[in-house]
């Protein structure tokens, strides 16, 4: 395959998600709003195809669940994920951000949106979002990966601290999640200790 049939086949790809991202701009009391009913359907239908890892089938029915009510949270929260999942951090930031000023915010999008920001490098902006979820929902576990929890946005915090050299805090937040562990953050010694925590952790939180 040359570079201008790669080029096609990417243009192709994204071209649904382009149409409806210019959708979701301009919506209008037209669209077609569905019986919470039939929204529902189409919810639980790409929550079961996002759980068997079928993203591209679970996109298309939140994509589909915003054209018939952009005004509801869970397609936003449903596509987000989906794209998060298919490391195209660029359209769920887009998603998140289209979402984020909906009036029923909840936790899982603004926990998906934490994680698109930080793997933006955005960690400031990352940990506001996470502040925001914490604070409307504590004990937050993501309904559709509960291995996803607050303890990981605990830990993504710490990630961002530490990205922004902000080294007394993000050990503060590893001390949440590890009470026993300590480290001379004033030295290089120290911070290379904690930066190894922080992965440490990554791979049991």
């Known amino acids: 395959m040359n570079a201008m049939e790669l080029k096609m086949k990417k243009f192709i790809y994204l071209l649904p998600v382009v149409l409806l991202m210019f959708f979701l701009s ?27 890892k079928d993203y591209n089938a679970a996109r298309a029915k939140f994509g589909e669940a915003l054209y018939r009510d952009s005004s509801k949270i869970a397609g936003y929260v449903g596509l987000g994920w989906c794209f998060m999942k298919q490391d195209s951090m660029l359209f769920a930031l887009l998603i998140y951000e289209r979402g984020a000023i909906n009036q029923n915010v909840n936790a899982s999008l603004l926990s998906g949106y934490a994680f698109s920001l930080n793997a933006a490098k955005q960690y400031s902006n990352s940990n506001e979002r996470v502040d925001q979820a914490i604070l409307l929902e504590p004990d937050w576990v993501f ?6 929890n607050v303890r ?23 001390k949440i999640l590890n009470p026993l562990f300590n480290a001379d953050i004033n030295t290089v010694q120290g911070q290379a200790a904690l930066a190894i925590e922080i992965e440490r952790l990554k791979l049991i939180i």
């Open 152 to 174: 990981d946005l605990t830990l993504l915090k710490a990630e961002n601290y530490f990205q922004l050299g902000d080294f007394s805090n993000s050990l503060a937040q590893v």
């Open 143 to 148: 309904t559709y990966d509960s291995t996803l």
């Open 26 to 52: 301009s919506c209008s009391q037209e669209e077609p709003i569905s019986s919470d009913e039939e929204y529902n359907e189409i919810i639980n239908a790409g929550w079961s195809a996002f759980k068997i």
